[in-house]
C-alpha cells in the first residue's frame, strides 16, 4: 500500500469521524430543542446598541438572563441582530466547530508538537466537541471558545512579533478574566508586550465610552460588582472556588472563608505561573495554564462552559508523553458528574458529603494541578546542588557515566 493511499484512508476515516461527531451533536440539540441562551443575549445586546436602549436593563429567555458584559462587547454583538434567529443558530454551531479546530491548532502548537496533518486535527476536533466544557459552550452559543483562542494565538507568537498583546487587550475588553494574563506578562519581565495589551484593552474602553457613554458608567461604576446579577454563585454551574466552598459549607455566601482561600490560591498560582513562564527550557506553556487555571479558580464564577482551557491542556499533556494522564484530564472533563448530582432549586446547598467532589470536579483538579506544579518546583530546587555540581565539574554520583 502507497503512502499516499495509507493518507487518503485516513483522512476519508477522520472527515467521516468529524461528519458524525458534529452531526450527533446537533441531533442532540435539535432533539433537546437547545434555545442557545447566551446567543439570545448576545443579539439582545446588539438589539440594545442598534435601538439605542439600556443595554443593562433587559432580561432574556425563561431563565431572564442580562448582559454582563463591558459596552465594547455589545458594539461586537450588532452583526448577530442582522440573521433571523434559526441562521443565527446554525452560525453559532459551525463558528465554534470552527474555532474549535484553531484551538486545537494553537494548543498543539504551545505544546512544541508543530502543525498537526489533517487526520489528526479533524480526530482531534472531533473528541474535543464531546468534553463537558466544550459541549456546553456550543450548546447555549458562548464566545469562551473565541476569547480563548485570541489568548492563545497571541501569546504563542514569537517574542517581539509586532502588535504582540493587541489581540489579548481585546479579548480583555471583551471579557475582563483575560486580564490575568496582561499580570503574567508584566510579572515575567516582558512589559513591552503587557503594556501593549494593557493599552489595547484601555482602547476597547475608550471605544465603548464614546460610543455608549451612559452604559460604559452604568458598567463601571455599578454593573461590575453585582456578582449575584451574573447568576447564583453557589449551583452546581459555577465551578469556581466560591461555588465549591459554598456547596461544600453550605452557605451561599461564603464570604470571609472565600476571600482569604482565593487571595491565598491567587498568590501561589501566579508564583508558580511566573516561575514556569520563567523556564524557557519548556517553552512558556505551562506558565500559560497555570495561569489560566488560577483565573478559573479565584474568579466569583466560572461556569463549567469557561473551562475550555481544558483543551490545550489535554495537547500539552499528550505531546510531552504524560499519556495516562491526558487520559485521566480527559475523563474528568467528559464524565458531566457535576450534572448527576441533585441540583434543583437549592438543593445544591444541601449535598451529601460524598457527593461534594462529583459537584466541583473541575475546582478540585485545578487545586490538584497546582499542588503537583509546586511539588514539581519543589522536587526541581531539591535537585538544583547535584545539578550545579555537575556543571562546575565535581565528582559524579556513584555508578554515573561521563562522557
Known sequence: MTRRSVTDRSLLASGTLFLASLSAFVALCVAQGAPMADALVYRAEGAAVRNGTDLYGFTVTEWRLPATYPPFAALLFVPTTWLPLPALKAAFVLGNTALLALLVHLSARMAGAGPLPTPAMLTATALALWLEPVFQTVLFGQINLALACLVLWDLTRPPGAPGKGVALGIATGVKLTPAVFIAYLFLTRRPREALTALTAFLATVTVGALALPSATIDFWTRRLYETERVGKTWIVDNQSLRGLLARAMGDPSPGLAWAVAASGVAAAGLWLA????????????????????????????????????????????????????????????????????????????????????????????????LAFAACGYRARITRMPVSAASMSGGATAPGSRTK
Open 274 to 369: 511566573c516561575r514556569a513562564g520563567r523556564d524557557r527550557s519548556r517553552g512558556d506553556r505551562w506558565g500559560v495554564l497555570l495561569a489560566a487555571f488560577t483565573a478559573l479558580l479565584v474568579s466569583p464564577i466560572s461556569w463549567s462552559h469557561h473551562w475550555v482551557w481544558c483543551v490545550p491542556l489535554l495537547a500539552v499533556l499528550w505531546t510531552e508523553g504524560h499519556r495516562r494522564c491526558a487520559a485521566l484530564v480527559a475523563a474528568v472533563f467528559t464524565a458531566r458528574t457535576l450534572w448527576l448530582v441533585p441540583h434543583e432549586g437549592t438543593r445544591d446547598l444541601r449535598l451529601p458529603w460524598w457527593q461534594g467532589p462529583l459537584a466541583s470536579p473541575y475546582p478540585l483538579f485545578a487545586c490538584v494541578l
